[in-house]
């Protein structure tokens, strides 16, 4: 007889914990469409090409269709069920309603994780292959669109609706900017 | 009439999508999001050789296999009808015929559906099915001098013919003639096409991803001999179509094994089965022969397109019909030919025959332009027609000189420098190009039903699809506007068949149609209520049928129209090419919604950008079998692949529209590819007339230029 090819693991999901048993096969992606009904997380290529399933792992954008579901286990997973905060939006996620920054809508989960990331990974001072400056000591370089772009590289839109996502995140930076300084 | 002062008009003025909120917190459900209790999954099996015949399906191991509960095939499958012609005109798609022959025409040709209680049971078992075949050669030998290509008429004659062609080139000052192509090009929304299909008290139901649910409805019950009554399909959201989503295998899998297992049934592609089932735009191969007198006025055109369809159906990529519409000449020669091949059959793809086309033509005018020594818009300007070139007929609207202009003055044109290879930044070469676009502007017969609600508000009720063109939201300004109110007091429902007949989403018609049939039903619930009486509890309806207005529309030429202008930057020592800066000027009918409707200009001339350097589907030349099927191998435009982009519009409605729509859709590609080629040229003196201009085509050309 065959090893036994399911295991009960437990996933932390937007900060809820789902106890559930799944086929080892099973990724991240499928673990949490098809298991936990959060089908806000999109399936474009299955493939890691297209950024469609892109969640946030321990707060870093991973596309969940190159992750198995075993291997997710007690990590903090953030879908884009759970980037809003209740009923308030999240600027990147209002920033995207408001300029536009979608067509159909099926990347848009994804890109939303991704922005959401990005903004992180800028502010942490991690350059892109935009950057001019890559020392460490040089910090955060200016997010212009170029760099919005390049770090938003691995998210395909095809309805192309790329002007208005770049315009959605810069609105987004700024409004976080303006936040802080607010706060400080 | 009195009117509300304070009731601003909705349409034309910016409103963010009505379902946009869903769509930013992923609350929005697509085709595969609906959860069922016992649903199985279904996974396609397609063919690994490029024709012949299956001998046998090794069904048994696979039966065997954990959570199996079906293997459908050729041997077993119920049998379905093929033999009919869909609203569209057309025969269902062959590979949605699914398992009534043992014949493979073509390399993923679906051969089995492997149905089980998982989705890794399904791919597993789908994966290790063993299927036989009988092999044949197949014939994949797509060239432009095959003695057996054909015209074929497909929604438009094959051959227009007028004036002796050879007589006028002759008597012409200046003549181009060229060759140009165009690759196998996919149309891949971010949504893989998705069914789920399940008997509910004694109706067929399908949860889709669709271009048209009463389409889909009305193809499902004739394959599966049922009253189109007893089949609903329904498709709320859907994650992008572009020309692709009709009925295809998946719909018809699902429906199948829903049937013969009692229980639903879910049926999603592969990205990479889409390469063979989701349809595609074929290659072109061009031939442009331009005749003009010295100043540039043409007394010859001759546009011939030859397209490979497959050896089930003919499929037609009319790139010679823009020449049409577009310019006239004494002798004025158009025609499209296809040649079958053992390849998938094609289909629509946005802007079918205009985008291809467009790069061929929209190229040739630009050369003719600089044999004549002419700026390329004032060429245009000499031989713009005055009526339909070929049909005589009289422009409903052609506004084209006016984008010409408008664009001319925002992208700065005067201050172009026409020679080429003049202008360098680092180690790019500059160069900037135009071009123009047509698509044509039509309406299709629609019912729709808008309620008058108890509480004030209203629901329209529509098969309509919003496949991101953000119908949705123009479909609630117009009736706003029709009702008298505001957008917020009305509800609209959309991509449920039981809503009624209704145009798809297709041929840049689909916002126009229904608003045409919404407006309607709006006006006669106004005429039917009465102010200051209560509404019963059930509310009251009113309804439309557009069929008799959209059939009485006089002939005319009715088109959009736009120019499109680029500025490419091309690196000398790689050979990339950068797009730099876009502009679309187009006149499109009236505008519904600024917001969306530049989202879709925008996307068009992204479209342009992706097909000018990036797209290309690669076959393996021995069995046809799709080579890098996948997202990382077939290449689309991404975000660093495009700089800040504009689309904007002049002042154009229709004038034979009750709202003056046009239609969005498609014009928004057409000419961008080509005018992204002559901008290529105008930085490097070379000429690109095979697209996609890679970087190897541009280091070679230039090689080649230099030894020229």
Redesign the interface.
């Known amino acids: 007889m065959a090893a036994p090819t399911f295991s009960a693991i437990t996933l932390h999901v937007n900060g809820e914990k789902h106890t559930l048993t799944v086929?080892h096969?099973?990724t991240l992606l499928?673990a949490l469409?098809?298991r936990l009904?959060?089908?806000?997380?999109?399936?474009?290529?299955?493939?890691g090409?297209?950024g469609?399933c892109t969640v946030l792992v321990d707060g870093r954008r991973t596309v969940s269709c190159l992750q198995l579901a075993v291997a997710a286990e007690d990590r903090e997973i953030t879908?884009?069920?759970g980037?809003?905060d209740g009923e308030r939006?999240h600027p990147v996620?209002?920033a995207?309603?408001?300029l536009?920054g979608?067509?159909?809508?099926?990347?848009?989960?994804g890109q939303?994780c991704s922005a959401v990331a990005v903004l992180r990974e800028h502010a942490a001072g991690w350059p892109s292959a935009a950057t001019a400056d890559v020392r460490p000591e040089a910090g955060p370089p200016p997010l212009t669109?170029e760099e919005?772009?390049?770090r938003?590289?691995?998210?395909?839109?095809?309805?192309?609706?790329?002007?208005?996502?770049?315009q959605a995140v810069a609105r987004a930076a700024a409004s976080g900017q303006q936040a802080e300084e607010a706060a400080a | 009439m009195t009117t509300t002062p304070e009731l601003r008009q909705a349409v034309g003025t910016a409103h963010?999508?009505v379902?946009?909120?869903?769509?930013?917190?992923?609350?929005?459900?697509?085709a595969?999001?609906h959860?069922f209790t016992e649903l199985a999954h279904g996974w396609l099996v397609l063919s690994t050789v490029g024709r012949g015949r299956i001998r046998a399906v090794d069904t048994g191991p696979v039966l065997a296999m954990p959570g199996v509960l079906t293997v459908l095939h050729h041997g077993n499958a119920p049998r379905i009808r093929g033999d009919f012609v869909t609203m569209l005109g057309v025969p269902p798609e062959p590979t949605s015929v699914l398992f009534q022959h043992d014949r493979v025409p073509h390399a993923g040709w679906p051969v089995a559906l492997v149905v089980a209680e998982?989705?890794?049971?399904a791919r597993?078992a789908a994966e290790a099915l063993v299927v036989h075949y009988d092999e044949e050669p197949p014939d994949l030998d797509f060239r432009a001098d095959r003695g057996d290509a054909r015209p074929v008429d497909g929604h438009l004659p094959a051959v227009a013919e007028k004036g002796d062609l050879e007589a006028e080139l002759a008597a012409s000052a200046v003549v181009v003639d060229a060759e140009y192509t165009t690759p196998e090009e996919h149309?891949?929304?971010?949504?893989?096409h998705a069914a789920a299909a399940r008997w509910e008290d004694g109706r067929l139901e399908v949860l889709d991803s669709n271009q048209g649910s009463t389409w889909v409805v009305s193809v499902l019950a004739q394959m599966f001999s049922l009253d189109p009554g007893a089949v609903r399909v329904r498709s709320e959201?859907?994650?992008?179509g572009?020309g692709s989503k009709g009925v295809r295998a998946h719909q018809v899998a699902a429906a199948m094994a829903a049937t013969v297992l009692r229980r639903p049934v879910r049926v999603?592609m592969?990205?990479r089965q889409m390469f063979s089932l989701a349809g595609h735009r074929s290659p072109t191969v061009q031939r442009v022969r331009l005749g003009a007198d010295a100043e540039g006025r043409l007394r010859a055109l001759e546009h011939r397109c030859l397209n490979p369809t497959s050896t089930v159906q003919d499929f037609v990529e009319p790139g010679a019909a823009p020449a049409r519409v577009m310019y006239d000449a004494a002798a004025h020669h158009t025609a499209n030919l296809v040649v079958a091949l053992n390849r998938p059959t094609p289909t629509w793809m946005r802007a079918p025959g205009e985008a291809p086309g467009s790069f061929a033509l929209e190229s040739a005018l630009d050369e003719l332009a600089e044999q004549c020594g002419l700026d390329p818009i004032e060429l245009r300007a000499r031989n713009e027609p005055t009526h339909g070139p070929v049909s005589g007929l009289p422009f409903s609207g052609r506004n084209l000189l006016a984008c010409f202009r408008e664009g001319a003055r925002r992208f700065g044109w005067a201050e172009r420098d026409p020679r080429p290879g003049r202008r360098r930044d680092g180690r790019w070469l500059l160069g900037t190009g135009t071009a123009a676009a047509s698509f044509p502007a039509g309406a299709g017969p629609s019912t729709a039903a808008v309620t008058a609600e108890a509480d004030g508000t209203f629901t329209v009720r529509i098969g309509a699809a919003d496949?991101?063109?953000?119908a949705r939201t123009a479909i609630t300004l117009v009736a706003a506007d029709a009702l008298r109110t505001t957008p917020e007091r009305v509800r609209v429902r959309i991509g449920d068949s039981d809503f009624g007949p209704a145009m798809i989403a297709g041929g840049s018609t689909g916002t126009r149609s229904w608003a045409w049939a919404v407006r309607a039903a709006a006006a006669e619930l106004r005429e039917r209520l009465v102010p200051g009486a209560t509404i019963p509890p059930q509310g009251i309806t009113a309804r439309s049928d557009t069929t008799e207005a959209v059939g009485a529309l006089a002939a005319a030429e009715r088109h959009s129209f736009g120019a499109q202008f680029a500025e490419v930057a091309v690196d000398t020592a790689t050979g990339e090419v950068r797009v730099r800066r876009m502009l679309g000027i187009f006149a499109a009918g009236r505008i519904v919604n600024p917001?969306?409707a530049?989202?879709?200009f925008?996307?068009?001339?992204?479209?342009g950008i992706?097909m000018a350097l990036h797209e290309e589907a690669v076959r393996d030349p021995s069995s046809g079998v799709p080579v890098g099927a996948?997202?990382?191998g077939y290449h689309?435009?991404?975000?660093?692949d495009?700089p800040?982009?504009e689309a904007d519009w002049i002042d154009d409605p229709d004038p034979d529209d009750p709202v003056g729509i046009k239609g969005i859709g498609e014009v928004g590609i057409v000419g961008a590819a080509a005018a992204v080629a002559n901008a290529v040229w105008h930085a490097t003196g070379v000429r690109h007339r095979d697209l996609p201009i890679r970087p190897d085509r541009v280091l070679r050309a230039a090689a080649e230029a230099r030894h020229a």
């Open positions: 086929d096969r099973t499928d469409r098809e009904d959060l089908t806000g997380t999109k399936k474009g290529c299955d493939q090409q297209c469609a879908t884009v069920e980037i809003a939006l996620q209002q995207f309603l408001d536009d979608f067509q159909c809508g099926y990347c848009t989960p939303i669109d919005i772009r390049e938003m590289s691995g998210n395909l839109c095809r309805c192309g609706a790329y002007v208005s996502i770049v | 963010t999508r379902e946009g909120r869903d769509k930013v917190t992923g609350a929005a459900r697509y595969a999001d959860p998982t989705p890794e049971q597993e149309h891949h929304p971010m949504e893989p959201h859907v994650g992008g572009f999603v592969t990205r496949i991101g063109t953000g917001l969306t530049r989202s879709q925008l996307g068009g001339m992204v479209w992706s996948d997202l990382a689309v435009a991404t975000h660093a495009v800040l982009l």
